[in-house]
């Protein structure tokens, strides 16, 4: 079975070519929300989801959280962000 892309948050507020997905910080373990095509990052997912236009707090590959400059970067499967308690960040299923 191929692993299915994960859950964009929305388009990204700056670029507006990226989406947004959810990461872990491969050292500190913080979640954040960074676009797959400027590579900026959010600490508050949440936030940059409602506001939409909101300041970024790093670029790719710095950590908001622990402040590491070289972070390996884990993206989040939908699994996951439901083990995270995160799923109310995804945008709604379109209805039929």
Do not use: H
């Not at 997912?45 to 506001?51: L, P």
């Not at 970024?56 to 083990?83: D, G, Q, Y």
């Amino acid at each position: 079975m191929p692993k299915q892309e994960a859950p964009a948050l929305r388009s990204c507020p700056v670029c507006g070519d990226g989406l947004l997905r959810l990461y872990r910080c491969g050292r500190c373990d913080a979640v954040v929300a960074m676009c797959d095509e400027c590579e900026l990052i959010w600490s508050d997912a949440a936030k940059v989801v409602r506001r939409g236009k909101t300041k970024s707090n790093a670029a790719f590959p710095a950590c908001p959280a622990c402040e590491a400059k070289r972070v390996k970067w884990f993206r989040l499967s939908l699994e996951e962000i439901r083990e995270a308690g995160l799923e109310s960040l995804l945008p709604s299923p379109p209805s039929d």
